[in-house]
């Protein structure tokens, strides 16, 4: 039986791989500023469905990326050195959506690209392997 969180983690990695080709559809066209935005969402999503599996949620991505860092990667079930791609992108979504003289380009992207598509390759497993799992936050 799926339970109502593991659907929601499946869901939400979906949206995750989805918003990943967007990224690859952007970047092919050069629309670095774009690509950007759609791999840090793809992380985003990726983490949401992990955060899902624990009941977890925030209205804000920083304190998304705040419980991800709690529940994850302190409690040692996420390896820093992939979670740093949530962050990474984070940063440089930041940088490039908001800041008035950003102008990424093809570097900035590819150096995204390489730290996201391993965390949404973690997510992805970490969640295959943990649906079927007791629900460790039930009543």
């Known amino acids: 039986m799926t339970t109502p969180a593991a659907e929601l983690a499946r869901q939400r990695l979906t949206r995750a791989v989805e918003t990943l080709r967007e990224a690859e559809v952007l970047t092919a066209d ?12 793809a992380a985003f999503y990726a983490a949401q469905a992990m955060l899902a599996l ?4 925030a209205s804000k991505h920083s304190v998304t990326i705040a419980l991800f860092q709690q529940h994850f990667v302190k409690a040692g079930l996420v390896p820093p050195e992939v979670a ?5 992108a984070f940063d440089k979504r930041q940088l490039t959506d908001y800041a008035d003289l950003s102008d990424p380009g093809a570097e900035d992207v590819q ?3 390489r730290s996201v598509r391993p ?6 497993q970490f969640v295959a392997e943990h649906v079927n799992q007791p629900d460790q936050n039930a009543d």
């Open 111 to 113: 150096e995204i690209d």
């Open 119 to 124: 965390f949404i390759q973690f997510c992805e």
């Open 30 to 41: 050069r629309h670095w500023r774009g690509a950007i935005n759609r791999l840090y969402y």
């Open 54 to 57: 624990r009941r977890l949620e």
């Open 84 to 88: 740093r791609g949530l962050t990474r």
